[in-house]
């Protein structure tokens, strides 16, 4: 069975740091895109970060140059450092695997059509003095 | 960046009744829009994805269309575990914004 098991979360002070993991499982970790979405207390859901590999990276925009979306494919995990957090950054922290496969015609393959088609539980972050 | 609006933001509907969500982008998107349901205090799931393919493990009830700017999520013959928030997303361009979310109750 497809898992994801988030941890890391925690409070913190503004300016503060926190490194989020997520351990992946029941899957063929390398093959997929990896990625992190957050949602503010009471809140909707906001994208953060999507990882390929060392050299594909994407950020929202509110976040660049303070986080870091990082992977591990020998430990099936993916990272987020959190840096220089901030009173907004108080979120719960999903994991999300990316899905791209598309089927049309029978047919099923990669495509750069992109999905979050596997989350974890969430794991809580607080930016509080 | 391509915003995505929702609506309505939340309504009221009973068992058995069909109804429909609108999501609408800020510039076309071709039909790289994905659904997600999320009920209260769980992490969302994904029912539809590229308008209109759904996700394995998804009830046939849920059916998605579209293309361009415009979307809708449909669900026909309401059942009281429809009763959640479903988000649209658009998966065109980074950042992949979500809709604000349309908060289902079943009466």
Redesign the interface.
Known sequence: EVHLVESGGGLVQPGGSLRLSCVASGFTFNRYWMGWVRQAPGKGLEWVANIKDGSEKYYVDSVKARFTISRDNAKNSVFLQMNSLRAEDTAVYYCTRVGDEYCSGGVCSSSYYYYMDVWGKGTPVTVSS | ?IQMTQSPSSLSASVGDRITITCRASQTISN?L?W?Q?KPGK????LI??TS?L?GGVSSRFSGSGSGTDFTLTISSLQPEDSATY?C?Q?FS????????TKLEIK
Do not use: H, R, W
């Open positions: 960046d790289y994905n997600y999320q992490a969302p799931e994904l994805y590229v393919s996700q988000y997303q998966s980074i950042p992949y914004n979500f809709g604000q979310g």
